[in-house]
C-alpha cells in the first residue's frame, strides 16, 4: 500500500469543472422539483428527496458518478481508501450540500423581488463550495472534508466538456 495521500495518486478535477458538475445535477434536480412541487415546501421536500437519490443512492451504485459527473469524467472517492465512499459518508456530504442547495433553490426562486435575500440565501452553497478554492493541494470543499471525499478524474463518462470545445471550434474555423 502506497503511503502517499490519496490526492496525490489519482489526477484532481479542476474546480470549473466541478462546479459543472454541480450545475448540471442541480439544475435537473431543481427542474424536476419544480414540476412535481405546488408549494414552496413541498418543492422544498421533493428537492431534498430527489437530491439524496441523485447524489447518494445512484452514485453508490454507479460507481461513485452522478448526471453531471458521469456528463465530465469525474467521480467520488474516499481519501483514506481510495474507493467510493459509504452510504454515510455519502449522506453526511450531500445532506450538506443538499442543504445548501435547497437554500440556493429558494432564493434563486426569490430572484430579483428581493435581491438581498437571495445573495444571502446562496452565500450558504458559496462559502461551503469556496473553501476548496482555498485548498491548492487537495482541492475539498467543507462537505469534502466533512466526510473525507475527494473528486477525480476518470475514462468512464461522456466528456462533455471536450465535446463542446471541439463543436466551438468547428463552429469558429466555419466563421471564417
Known sequence: MSIKPVYNRFPLVPI???AGAFLIDFVSVWLLSSFLGGNVWLQGVVFLLLWLGLR????SSNQ???LG???LDMKILDANFAKIPGMFALAQR?????FCSLLAMIGLNINLANAISMLLLISPLAADCGVALSDEEAQQAFHDRVAQTIMIQTRRGFSLDLRLKKWFAQLKSRMR
Open 16 to 18: 470549473e469543472r466541478r
Open 64 to 66: 461513485g458518478q452522478t
Open 94 to 98: 450531500e445532506g450538506i450540500l443538499g
Open 56 to 59: 447518494v443512492v445512484l452514485v
Open 69 to 71: 459527473r458521469w456528463a
